[in-house]
């Protein structure tokens, strides 16, 4: 079974610049997540999505974050315009519908720099 | 707001020794999460434990949850250095999907 995929790996941008990320699902997986990795801290949520419907983006800076997942596969995660801040490891996860405790699948993440 | 505290945050350790990795959460919880993650990698799921007094083994390392306490730990028994790596904690909210993450527990085994 092939896992998330997730392009690109790397990423370097400078501040007030664009950049987008893609994020292919475990086949089938109808829940998918992108979460802000900060060097030397957990995995943060950004957004969810069930299907191709926004079940919580509470933590999503909307001001500058947008992400989408039109037909309920792929997704693509925004930032318009990058800050240094931002500078982080992006990852999208994945989890089954049917999973009765939502394990979550991790992809192998989009790494950002904000120069 | 459901926090995770994990400790200790970085942990070095000498090969065939044992140690521990605590993880303590705030708010009721009814399942919780180990992961493991490799500099560079992303992250890759251990165990999953759902219920009150639940223990998982897997080769050196053994996890268990005591929800009562809110509380799970993550055993290393007999340490060996393909173990060094950053092990996270996740905990899920009561009736909802979102996962709260430790800040990670960095492990590096020495010879």
């Known amino acids: 079974e092939a896992g998330v995929a997730q392009s690109p790996r790397y990423k370097i941008i400078e501040k007030r610049q664009s950049v987008a990320f893609w994020c292919n699902p475990i086949?089938?997986?109808?829940?998918l997540y992108w979460y802000q990795q900060i060097l030397g801290q957990g995995p943060k949520l950004l957004i969810q999505?069930?299907?191709?419907?926004?079940?919580?983006d509470s933590q999503l800076p909307k001001d500058r974050f947008s992400a989408e997942r039109l037909k309920g596969v792929d997704s693509t995660l925004k930032i318009q315009p990058a800050k240094l801040e931002d500078s982080a490891v992006y990852l999208c996860?994945?989890?089954?519908?049917?999973?009765?405790?939502?394990?979550?699948?991790f992809g192998p993440g989009t790494r950002l720099t904000v120069l | 707001e459901l926090k995770v505290e994990q400790n200790p945050l970085f942990l070095s350790m000498q090969e065939g020794k044992n140690y521990t990795i605590y993880c303590n959460y705030s708010?009721?919880?009814?399942?919780l999460y180990w992961y493991r993650q490799d500099p560079g990698k992303s992250l890759e799921s251990l165990f999953v434990?759902?219920?009150?007094?639940a223990v998982k083994q897997e080769g050196r390392l053994m996890a268990s949850l005591d929800t009562k306490a809110r509380l799970s730990t993550l055993h290393i028994t007999a340490a060996v250095h393909d173990l060094s790596a950053t092990y996270f904690c996740?905990?899920?909210?009561?009736?909802?999907?979102?996962?709260?993450f430790g800040k990670g527990t960095k492990l590096s085994v020495i010879p």
């Open positions: 996860a994945s989890s089954p519908k049917s999973s009765g405790y939502n394990e979550q699948f």
């Open positions: 086949s089938g997986h109808a829940t």
């Open positions: 999505f069930q299907n191709n419907g926004v079940v919580d």
């Open positions: 708010t009721t919880s009814d399942r």
């Open positions: 434990l759902l219920s009150n007094g």
């Open positions: 996740a905990v899920g909210g009561a009736g909802s999907y979102q996962l709260t």
